[in-house]
């Protein structure tokens, strides 16, 4: 009899627990779903309404999100715990256009820790976690996203951040690009007085450098997309676990025999092949460049030209960065049931634009999944519509978004710091010695122990005992798993 109470007591508080969550949760709650957090007026428990997200009552579900993500954090919340009583961050104010994820927020609290002020927004309209938002809102962060915001409420979010009464930004943490543009053209005289940019993509380094080479970029900027820790870790290791999650989670596809065409065998691209391979997955690869094309070649697969193997191939990935990269006749000539997703950072790479037309009918099938049918009943599925697959559908591995995050808040501390003079208005790539940094704080999570040189050692080699140990020009060679 006292075990079948105990049991009932239990089932009791489990069953209290899931239905406080069910109260809460935006997505089980239609009317909630269906009114623009826009248009709704919440407050967190400071009296604070300087934030917009889907649910502040989820904060206490998100608080939980980011104590999970701390556990697997230790070297970013350890940069946090040496830097917090020297305050490396005091006075900054840093705007941040990042994917709002559990893992984010624990960089952004370390940001605080440091002694910034923040405001943020989301970079990709689907990859906010909505739980997240309402943590960090809560804790006075200034968060304006939601998980299926539309075009324009991508852009008021980003100038909500931006322009507000009393406050003005003196550093950008950006992913992609789009808010350093938007302040670059709205608001140039607030973009003048900007400290430094961080920058972690593909697609806003490209846009940092346009910038650069027509001498329009007045402030020094960090290209954290091409540092050693964010290139051959982040880019290769991360997409080569969430690559096959994302797909999985989507569309529930065996890779095995499957045909499946990566375009571009960059660091994403050598990720994505190289889980693809290890299930049994026929991989064709598609390069501009000769000398990834031969990497793709020496690793066993077969590049091709998209054209070649559209109509027998059963996926299609792409990781280029670039645009219009399949297009409307290329789609058009896919077999029936054939998926198309997208791995870089823009929803530029696959034209999805040219889908939406009268004789093509949409079908949702499922949150980020949607049928594209043709007039004869052809059907491809399209997954996130076009944008940034493993973060809209899916999640990423934490650790490695540790090695990311400690190199960004590095780089804005490093930027904030800096004498005048250090940096002039142009584009530079993380110090080899901070990436070195980076990387030992997150050996003791392998208990792994780095030998050290010896004096004569050191001399005859060249370097300093505690490095940097490799010149600036060398290339960490991306391994085929």
Not at 253 to 262: E, I, L, P, R
Not at 294 to 323: P, S
Not at 371 to 400: M, Q, Y
């Amino acid at each position: 009899a006292g075990r079948r109470s105990l049991s009932r007591s239990i089932s009791q508080s489990s069953t209290d627990i899931c239905l406080q969550y069910y109260l809460s949760a935006s997505y089980t709650d239609s009317s909630d779903d269906e009114t623009s957090p826009r248009d709704k007026t919440q407050v967190n428990s400071k009296g604070s309404s300087d934030f917009c997200v889907k649910n502040i009552k989820q904060a206490e579900f998100g608080r939980r999100e980011i104590e999970i993500a701390e556990q697997d954090m230790s070297a970013l919340i350890s940069l946090r715990k040496r830097a917090q009583s020297e305050k490396p961050l005091a006075g900054a104010k840093i705007v941040g256009c990042t994917h709002i994820t559990a893992q984010t927020a624990v960089l952004i609290e370390t940001l605080v820790a440091l002694g910034a002020q923040c405001r943020w927004t989301a970079c990709n309209i689907y990859s906010t976690q909505n739980e997240v938002a309402a943590a960090l809102s809560e804790t006075g962060v200034a968060v304006f996203a939601w998980k299926g915001e539309s075009e324009d409420d991508f852009w008021w979010c980003i100038d909500r951040c931006v322009n507000t009464e009393g406050w003005q930004p003196n550093m950008i943490l950006d992913d992609g690009g789009d808010l350093t543009h938007w302040m670059y053209k709205k608001y140039p005289n607030v973009f003048k007085k900007i400290r430094g940019i961080v920058e972690e993509s593909v697609t806003g380094v490209h846009r940092l450098y346009q910038l650069s080479k027509a001498g329009k970029l007045c402030v020094p900027a960090m290209n954290v997309n091409d540092s050693v820790t964010k290139q051959k870790f982040d880019n290769l290791y991360c997409c080569r676990e969430s690559i096959l999650d994302g797909l999985k989670r989507t569309t529930d596809v065996m890779f095995g025999g499957k045909q499946v065409v990566v375009c571009g065998y960059g660091e994403v691209g050598k990720g994505c092949c190289a889980a693809l391979k290890a299930l049994g997955a026929i991989v064709y690869v598609t390069e501009i460049d000769p000398i990834c094309a031969l990497q793709a070649c020496m690793d066993g697969f077969r590049v091709v030209k998209l054209n070649e193997v559209i109509r027998q191939v059963d996926v299609i990935i792409t990781c280029t960065g670039n645009k219009n990269v399949v297009t409307r006749d290329q789609l058009d000539r896919m077999k029936n049931g054939s998926i198309v997703c997208n791995m870089g950072h823009s929803n530029t790479e696959i034209d999805v634009a040219s889908l939406r037309t009268p004789e093509l009918t949409w079908e949702r099938v499922r949150s980020q999944v949607d049928h594209v049918i043709w007039p004869d009943g052809k059907r491809v599925i399209l997954l996130a519509e076009g944008r940034l697959l493993n973060l809209s559908c899916s999640t990423v591995p934490t650790f490695v978004l540790s090695i990311t995050a400690t190199t960004q808040a590095l780089a804005l501390i490093e930027l904030y710091n800096a004498p005048e003079g250090r940096y002039k208005q142009d584009v530079y790539l993380l110090p080899k010695k901070m990436d070195e940094y980076v990387a030992s704080l997150h050996l003791a999570t392998f208990d792994a122990h780095l030998t050290e040189l010896s004096d004569e050692q050191a001399k005859y080699l060249g370097l300093n005992k505690n490095g940097p140990f490799k010149p600036n020009y060398y290339r960490y060679r991306s391994t085929n798993f």
